[in-house]
């Protein structure tokens, strides 16, 4: 039985002291709790005071990105061992915005989730495709390409410890998502594709989360499909009472 995780990816969003009361309100919306991992992913400088708040609490700590190099000369960047010392669990790689804004390829992304592992992060590895891709019919060859790159010599011990995010670009930050059947079909997709790559049985316990224009208004009806097992959620977990509503389905 797959447990659910829920994701709240802040992008660049939100000052020390908002994010403070943010994740104080959090964490007390969340007592109880326990049938679902969630996990907010705030801003690099924002981590540390995160870290303290959240500690003891059911709610797991991320970053958005990182370095691939344990340390080095690397200007601007941070790396796995940094996070782990800050208290992350969990990092995000490979979100389209930073492949879209950074240049960022799935061989970078590759890199970083084998840096990830290396250091005991869980990494977050998001495929997706753009609206003209969806709209020419290749999205399925663009996800697969994507996710077979990115899992380059990754093995089954390893994969295990990952999850997946599903998100389709063009549903983005656009207030368009996909429908539950869309993305239910593509859910299903990406599981047939990891059980080519590590077998059925490990490709049945991975969870696969959906990234797209989650609302307290659809995450029900998204959380109905088979292979959903949860959500990568952007604007609406800016907001503590927004995203305490999708953790609970909308409730």
Not at 27 to 39: L, Q, Y
Not at 187 to 194: A, D, G, I
């Amino acid at each position: 039985m797959r447990k659910p995780i829920m994701g709240g990816n802040w992008k660049m969003y939100k000052t020390a002291r908002e994010a403070v009361q943010t994740i104080e309100d959090l964490r007390e919306r969340m007592e109880g709790v326990e049938e679902i991992e969630v996990v907010v992913f705030p801003p690099f400088t924002v981590l540390g005071l995160a870290e303290k708040i959240l500690r003891d609490s059911s709610i797991g700590l991320g970053a958005q990105n990182m370095h691939w190099e344990a340390g080095g000369s690397y200007t601007g960047e941070i790396s796995a061992p940094m996070l782990v010392d800050l208290g992350c669990r969990y990092v995000i790689l490979g979100h389209s915005e930073r492949r879209r804004y950074f240049g960022e390829s799935d061989e970078r992304v590759n890199k970083k989730i084998k840096s990830a592992l290396t250091f005991e992060l869980i990494p977050v590895v998001c495929v997706g495709e753009t609206l003209k891709e969806r709209k020419e019919g290749s999205f399925k060859r663009v996800v697969e390409t994507q996710l077979n790159l990115c899992l380059k010599g990754i093995g089954p011990e390893e994969a295990e410890r990952m999850v997946i995010a599903y998100e389709p670009v063009w549903a983005i930050g656009t207030g368009v998502t996909a429908t539950p059947e869309q993305a239910e079909e593509m859910h299903s997709f990406v599981r047939e594709l990891l059980a080519k790559l590590f077998g059925e049985d490990l490709a049945d316990s991975m969870r696969i989360q959906y990234g797209g224009s989650v609302k307290p208004q659809n995450i029900k009806e998204l959380m109905r499909e088979p292979d959903i097992d949860g959500a990568l959620v952007g604007g609406a977990s800016l907001d503590a009472s927004s995203f305490a509503r999708i953790v609970k389905y909308g409730e």
